[in-house]
């Protein structure tokens, strides 16, 4: 095997990289395993243990890397500098740009590996008209794959997009697990990661006052108006679009529609309030190579779950974009991650850094 035949595959323990090691040896390449260790304690374990049995099950080699710091110091303290200035973080995106195409590229290079592999779901193609390596939902069937994850993947420039390899690309999760479970793999009936991996009990509070020591401050709950209808317990514990747990009889439906954390006020309204006509986004990345150099008809999407809508992407200057939707958007937040495509194409993304209210 020659250095062009030899991939670096992030091993998460879970059934879906484990299945893209199979599919990897399948075509030929030599696969090099890698967990990153993230967490402290028994959470960073056992992941790690899942893929190293994995690895050793399939005769590939397997190294751990000890990214504890850096995941420390670029995605939670990120995401808790983000939440304590009223912003909804997104921890994976984060991951993904620092970590998993990033620190993992630098292992790569270290093992003389031409490629870097994950078992996202997801596709990367070359276009000869565009001269440009194009990330791309997955499919399946014909059909957009409903497990697609290029969302989170929007950060990957030209560079990396050049030696990224996802081997689920085409594949539905039935298959990868039959896949894992033919060739007795003993993760192929794991569950798949529904929650923040360093909060899987999803309690974002109180994991913020316990990793930073900074306790929730009570502040005012305002209407629309500015007037105080009520008290909250810590701006941490509200996100925008919440109806549940306000703790306050309004006698009809209120939702989050926004905070402030200047002042520690969370503010309600009725569901038409949470509609917005736009956004600014700013530290886009231009997936596809374009974005951003002159106004484009695309669609958007500003949250994982959510289905794309269409609207205008006006370039304000190299890393900043107003949105502008045919449609007005419910609970769109400061913090999430806005990304643009052209069908199944990911055209890149950005951080919302303001939201446009519809008049």
């Given amino acids: 095997m020659n250095k062009n035949s030899r991939v670096l595959l992030a091993m998460s323990g879970g059934v879906d990289s484990s299945a893209a090691a199979l599919v990897l040896k399948k075509r030929g ?161 794991k569950s798949d990661s529904q929650d923040i991996c360093f909060v899987p009990d999803g309690n974002y509070a109180e994991f913020i006052e316990k990793y930073t020591g900074i306790k929730p401050q009570k502040g005012r709950v305002t209407d629309k108006n500015g007037n105080t209808v009520g008290e909250h317990g810590g701006m941490i514990a509200y996100t925008v679009g919440q109806r549940k747990g306000l703790g306050i009889a309004f006698g009809k439906p209120m939702y989050v529609i926004d905070k402030n954390a200047r002042d520690n006020t969370v503010t309600v309204g009725e569901n038409s309030d949470l509609f917005s006509e736009g956004l600014i986004a700013s530290d886009v990345n231009r997936t596809a190579g374009y974005l951003g150099e002159k106004e484009i008809s695309c669609f958007a999407k500003t949250r994982y779950g959510q289905k794309e809508a269409p609207c205008r992407a006006v370039p304000l200057s190299p890393n900043t974009v107003r949105v502008l939707f045919e449609q007005p958007q419910r609970a769109v937040a400061k913090g999430q991650r806005v990304v643009f495509y052209d069908k199944d194409i990911v055209l890149g993304g950005g951080v919302i850094t303001d939201v446009l209210k519809t008049t």
């Fill in 29 to 189: 390449f030599e696969v090099i395993g890698g967990t990153m260790l993230l967490l402290e304690g028994e959470n960073g374990l056992n992941g790690v243990n899942d893929a190293k049995a994995a690895a050793e099950r399939m005769g590939i080699p397997h190294y751990v890397f000890d990214f504890r710091k850096k995941f420390a110091n670029e995605v939670i303290a990120r995401f808790n500098n983000e939440y304590l200035s009223g912003l909804t973080p997104n921890p994976c995106v984060d991951c993904n740009r620092f970590l998993k195409f990033s620190a993992m590229m630098e292992e790569a290079d270290r093992l003389d590996c031409r490629y870097i592999a994950t078992g996202h779901y997801a596709r990367v193609e070359y276009d000869e008209d565009k001269k440009a390596y194009l990330l791309k939902k997955a499919v399946c069937g014909g059909e957009i794959n409903p497990k697609d994850q290029s969302y989170v993947l929007y950060n990957l420039t030209q560079e990396q997009l050049k030696r990224v390899i996802f081997p689920l690309g085409s594949a539905a999760k039935e298959e990868v697990r039959q896949l894992a479970e033919e060739s007795g793999l003993h993760n192929s009936k």
